[in-house]
């Protein structure tokens, strides 16, 4: 009876056991999800329950969009990319939260997201009115859209995320960041992560276009893979609701202010040559080699448009295609070229090129009509498409001695007025200036005008008499000006905070 009597015990303790081991299983797969995971048990098959088959996000002007996840939704949401990525936004929101930067209230944005673990993150930690929008849907997080176009309404967010340097590869920035202040309330909140530390010009040239917004932070983070081992985090307040751009700089005045970071490039520019050179064919093309480029010391990628003014650009082959299509470093932007000649003789070979727009008129500084002198050197022979050009004159001008050589009659046009018409301050503008002796009528303009605030790099040939090639011991006559001049013209410019390089 002592015997059989013990088997129920037996029984009761191997059922024990098995309990036991269970509660273990669990609690092991629970510790993981806390202790590595880092999150609740939503992520897929790290939990003993599934997403579920819908998610309704509800999004003010868009109305509730349900959708339903997939296995392919499932097994992203349990890799280690996944998770870290998670893991890595969530504090990194909560840290934006308790800044006052974001609430649960937030209807909030992620923008150009591939997998939406920016807008799981978000809903994680309790911003329930969260989505993100990416080429390609990602649902259910992520809806069909795109930075430089988001399919919402004028105002619907409170916060919008830029992660994981979207901003930085979008082929439009100009239009995304457009897109964020269209879409952003007054008020809100936009957060941009960026891989690694930019220059403060590339930075400045970021800020400029937000014109409606205010830095109230900047931070650094670790970054959560190789791709992003470093992040640098920009909050930015959208100060104004007609996108006017209040804080945007207005050259119409004839105002013109270089910033510091601006000085601080022309710093480290090459020298100029300061002595006059006996061979100056020879010193300032091998000059050239010396030259510091400005998309060599900087990142260019902030900026709308990228453009190439070249004044007094003669032939195609010149310095367009010679010199700029080849040689300037570009950083993979594609330019868009003026080319501004007066002589008819270059017309015809333009109209033939790609990116390319001629304007057939003189840069001037003002618009009115003109002559221009053909100088032959001594013992200088040159066909009509070599002819040498001479200096700028208006038609009926005094207090000159009359040209007894070649003159031609040209329309000029107020080559300042021009530029503050073509160009907007977010866009890059390289100009390279051969114009016969006229740069010391037009860049005091620019400056005047505040247009030279319009232009980031300057290649400009400064005419003088110079010494001849030909006839060793004498000086050109054309222009009346002298080296001194020239390196005054030069050290202004750069004292003013324009980069500027000596030009042949």
């Known amino acids: 009876m002592e015997h059989s009597a013990g088997k129920p015990g037996s029984l009761r303790n191997l059922l024990i056991r098995f309990l ?15 202790a590595v995971a880092g999150e609740s048990c939503n992520i897929g098959r790290f939990c003993f329950f599934s997403l579920p088959e819908t998610l309704s996000l509800v999004i003010s002007g868009a109305g509730p969009l349900a959708v339903k996840s997939t296995s392919a939704a499932e097994e992203l949401y349990t890799t280690k990319d996944w998770v870290n990525g998670v893991r890595f936004y969530s504090s990194a929101f909560q840290d934006l939260s308790a800044a006052g930067y974001l609430t649960p209230k937030s ?10 673990r920016d807008v799981f993150a978000l809903r994680e930690i309790g911003v329930k009115d969260a989505i993100g929008v990416s080429r390609k849907a990602a649902k259910p997080l992520v809806k069909s859209g795109r930075g430089d176009r988001i399919p919402f309404g004028d105002g619907t967010f409170d916060f919008v995320f830029s992660g994981e340097d979207s901003f930085v590869r979008s082929a439009k920035p100009a239009e995304f960041a457009a897109e964020i202040g269209r879409t952003l ?15 403060t010009y590339s930075f400045n040239s970021f800020l400029d276009l937000f014109n409606c917004f205010r830095v109230v932070k900047l931070h650094g983070l670790e970054g959560f893979d190789s791709s992003m081992p470093y992040i640098r985090e920009i909050v930015l307040r959208k100060e104004c609701g007609d996108g006017a751009g209040k804080f945007g700089v207005d050259y119409s005045n004839g105002k013109c202010y270089v910033p510091g970071y601006k000085h601080d490039l022309v710093k480290v520019a090459e020298p100029l040559i300061a002595e006059e050179p006996l061979k100056p064919w020879i010193t ?40 700029f299509r080849k040689q300037y470093p570009k950083q993979n932007k594609t330019f868009h070229v003026y080319a501004i000649e007066a002589d008819k003789t ?24 003109l002559t221009f002198e053909i100088h032959r050197d001594p013992g200088e022979h040159v066909e009509a498409k070599g002819r040498g050009m001479g200096r700028i004159r208006p038609l009926h001008s005094s ?8 003159v031609e009659k040209i329309q000029g046009f107020d080559f300042a007025n021009w530029l503050k018409k073509t160009v907007k301050k977010n866009d890059f503008v390289v ?18 005008t505040g247009a030279i605030c319009l232009i980031d ?5 400064c005419h003088y008499n110079r010494w001849q090639r030909c006839c060793p011991g004498q000086r050109s006559l054309k222009y009346g000006k002298t080296y001194d001049q020239c390196l005054q013209l030069f050290n202004s410019l750069r004292q003013s905070g324009v980069l500027v390089h000596q030009w042949w």
């Open 20 to 34: 036991l081991v269970g509660v273990l299983v669990i609690g092991v797969r629970f510790a993981y999800l806390i």
């Open 107 to 116: 209807k909030s944005l992620c923008v150009e997201t591939p997998t939406g």
């Open 185 to 199: 309330r007054t008020g809100g909140f936009a957060v941009f992560h960026f891989a690694n530390p930019k220059d």
């Open 284 to 323: 300032l093309k091998r000059n050239v080699k010396n030259i510091k480029y400005l998309p060599s010391m900087v990142d260019i990628s902030f900026k709308n448009r990228y453009l190439y003014v070249d004044v007094g650009a003669r032939s195609y082959g010149s310095s367009i295609g010679s010199w």
């Open 346 to 369: 270059f017309h015809q070979e333009y109209g033939l090129k790609k990116g390319l727009t001629l304007v057939p008129y003189a840069a001037w500084v003002k618009n009115e009509t």
């Open 399 to 406: 207090g000159e001695a009359e040209f007894d050589g070649e």
């Open 431 to 448: 100009m390279k200036m051969d114009v016969e002796g006229t740069e010391f009528d037009l860049i005091p303009r620019l400056i005047k």
């Open 457 to 461: 790099e300057i290649f400009l040939e």
